[in-house]
């Protein structure tokens, strides 16, 4: 189905609650939340009204700081209703992190629970706005934070100085009426932006993505066109919903298509092998290091997962050897692979469901309906021909508005055309199949030669001991750079140096095989899953000095 609908966030939720009220909406398992279509409307219309009485208007920023609980996914449906702008903040947040957030975002309000892992995010924003102590609550006057006036508490605390607690706010929306907040409904425009989304911070400084209700509503309906989502379907929500991963290829694509959402507050295996069996799941959306730790939780025996079909896997290369796992081991027979970034709503090819088992594993697809993807040359912007290596660069109604107050890097990232240039370099096949062969940012330049980190990882996932392996490199005094590989062997396995050389003689040329091999428990990780590899080249460059 191609043809993008032109709909907001509020008539979608409007629109399958009319069609499917007695589907099963939401089903929490740790909140002992379940809601059909009905009750999951007319909870997201309570929110609405809540934020109205707060009075948030259409266009305010509205930052939510926590991890996935059902207020999460109120809010966004909520805010989507009323025209506020939904400000996600990375649950790995530290305060700097989060004063920045706030700051760049001209966020007006804030929602906040009490604490997640080791970070409490309660005692974290009263650091970063000392003046809740003594401030009323909606009166907040942070000298920092100009625009801050409103901070609400989700949680069980009962004393929560200066805070608004979101129980408050549900009780104050009461004075406002069904037809009021229809007709804020009415006013809004698919064009409005309703997502300002934070990239990861793989390479930098987060900048706020600002996507529309257009671009969030098509991508989560042809994402889920691809998957072949309907109101049959149950999908398990383990990514972050702050993520595009989660508020569009799992909550939007399921409110659009009727289907039921199972969430968990994190990712946790033996919680999702849980909630998969118990639930009887029928789609998983996941990175791949979820999906290797699913596999090799040890209970993985003990469930019974034969009710899934389908699921996404994305947001990082994903190993051959994994795809056949999930397809055989966990009966996902139609796994797809999804291929994009923030700034493009984020999907931008996707493989499909019926395609050969090699091109669903050596491709991440071809683009999605209506979407336009190209591989142009890096340094003269010139479009390459099939099976030629360059930039991948995308066009289309789903490209974000720009980054917020960030007019330069906004020019930097589309082009006066309107090509979206990713900083992904690949290469696409005579029948528009793309392959991602790496970020032009991780290529390796030793002794002249352009080595890709990529090709190195896919050969050494054949080694029977790896579980994971990311290669970087290192500077060198005499060849610029050096190769590193950093690889994960499988429990109780060991590794050495020589073995792994060993390895690669004969199979990969020589200035390809790494110089150096640390063997690790972990990656540093963005909080959606993404390996940081400039963190990792930082530790082994300073390891390694020449």
């Known amino acids: 189905m191609s043809g993008f609908v032109h709909k907001t966030i509020a008539q979608v939720i ?249 969430v968990l507050e994190f990712f946790d295996p033996l919680k999702a092998l849980s909630a998969i069996a118990d639930q009887r799941c029928t789609a998983i959306n996941g990175v791949p290091t979820m999906f290797v730790a699913i596999l090799n939780h040890p209970d993985f025996d003990h469930f019974d997962l034969t009710s899934l079909r389908t699921g996404i896997m994305a947001g990082a290369p994903c190993p051959i050897e994994t795809m056949n796992q999930v397809r055989e081991k966990m009966h996902c027979e139609e796994i797809v692979i999804a291929f994009g970034q923030t700034e493009c709503a984020p999907v931008m090819t996707m493989t499909r469901r019926d395609d050969p088992v090699a091109l669903r594993v050596s491709t991440v697809g071809r683009l999605l309906p209506d979407i336009e993807g190209k591989i142009i040359d890096p340094e003269t912007g010139k479009d390459l021909p099939p099976g030629v290596q360059g930039e991948i660069v995308t066009r289309s109604s789903c490209v974000m508005k720009g980054y917020y107050k960030m007019p330069q890097a906004t020019e930097e990232a589309i082009d006066k055309e309107g090509w979206l240039h990713t900083g992904d370099l690949g290469e696409v096949d005579k029948n528009g199949y793309f392959k991602v062969t790496g970020r032009i940012k991780d290529m390796i330049i030793r002794g002249g030669e352009n080595i890709y980190p990529r090709e190195i990882e896919e050969f050494l996932y054949t080694h029977p001991k790896v579980v994971n392996v990311q290669v970087i490199g290192i500077p060198d005094a005499k060849y610029g750079e050096q190769v590193l590989a950093a690889i994960q062997l499988k429990n109780g396995h060991k590794g050495s140096p020589e073995e792994f050389v060993e390895f690669c003689k004969g199979k990969i040329a020589r200035h390809k095989i790494p110089k150096y091999w640390e063997f690790v428990d972990s990656y540093p990780m963005t909080a959606s899953g993404k390996i940081q590899k400039y963190k990792m080249k930082e530790t082994f460059a300073a390891k390694y000095k020449n």
Not at 89 to 98: A, G, K, M, P, R
Not at 125 to 140: C, F, G, M, S
Not at 206 to 224: D, E, Q, S
């Open 14 to 262: 409007s629109e399958t609650a009319a069609r499917y009220p007695l589907v099963d909406a939401l089903i929490h398992p740790d909140f002992g939340v379940h809601l059909n279509y009905q009750e999951f409307y007319t909870q997201c219309r309570k929110v609405a009204k809540g934020l109205m009485a707060l009075g948030v208007k259409r266009g305010d920023h509205i930052s939510v700081w926590t991890t996935n609980i059902p207020e999460w996914i109120y809010l966004q449906f909520g805010l989507g209703m009323v025209g506020g702008v939904l400000v996600t903040v990375n649950t790995n947040y530290q305060s700097h992190e989060l004063e920045y957030i706030l700051k760049q975002s001209d966020s007006s309000a804030l929602f906040v629970m009490e604490a997640y892992r080791d970070v409490n995010f309660y005692e974290t924003v009263r650091r970063v706005v000392p003046q809740l102590d003594t401030a009323k609550p909606e009166e907040v006057n942070c000298e920092n934070l100009p625009l801050l006036k409103k901070v609400v508490y989700i949680g069980k605390r009962e004393n929560t100085p200066g805070m608004l607690r979101f129980e408050e706010m549900l009780a104050r929306g009461e004075s406002i009426s069904d037809a009021q907040l229809d007709e804020r409904i009415k006013s809004l425009d698919e064009n409005d932006v309703i997502n300002m989304q934070y990239t990861s911070g793989t390479t930098g400084f987060p900048k706020g993505v600002m996507l529309t209700h257009h671009n969030i509503v098509n991508n989560g309906r042809m994402v889920g066109d691809v998957m072949g989502m309907t109101e049959k379907d149950k999908l398990l929500i383990q990514v972050p919903l702050f993520h595009c991963f989660g508020c569009v290829m799992s909550t939007m694509n399921c409110v659009y298509h009727g289907s039921t959402m199972v």
